[in-house]
């Protein structure tokens, strides 16, 4: 907004403005910036890809927890390192062994057979894991 400044006599400049911050540029700027960050900050944390089973239950939000992932060809994954499926019991003790809560998350492919499954709980279980959650996306409301 500019006006006049004077005191109604006849010596007041023609055109004398006080000067105003123009925000707008700015806003705009911002607003980019976040829908740029907002669009790419779920693309910064890749993990292991497999396909998930769905399920109705909302996910529980844990800080610092070990998830064991299975891949479709049966690969075991401890926190994004490789695990041997005859030294997962091993790698398991160690990874539990200085924690007080024995929670470990198991995400399995969603095409894997029933008994692949099984068996790698049955070897957790062997571990000395006293909890077990199994990891799904959330089934899509109709």
Do not use: H
């Amino acid at each position: 907004m500019a006006f006049n400044v004077g005191d109604g006599g006849d010596n007041r400049r023609i055109g004398a403005n006080l000067a105003e911050i123009n925000i707008v540029p700015l806003v705009d700027v911002v607003l980019v910036l976040l829908l740029i960050f907002m669009l790419t900050a779920p693309m910064m944390y890749r993990g292991i890809d497999v396909n998930l089973p769905k399920a109705a239950a909302k996910p529980t939000a844990v800080e610092e927890r070990l998830v064991l992932t299975v891949t479709k060809d049966q690969a075991l994954f401890l926190n994004d390192k490789r695990v041997a499926p005859a030294g997962l019991e091993v790698a398991l003790r160690q990874a539990f062994a200085s924690r007080t809560e024995k929670t470990l998350y198991l995400k399995a492919d969603a095409g894997l057979q029933y008994g692949a499954v099984i068996e790698t709980m049955d070897r957790v279980r062997r571990a000395g894991i006293e909890r077990l959650g199994m990891v799904t996306e959330p089934a899509r409301e109709r």
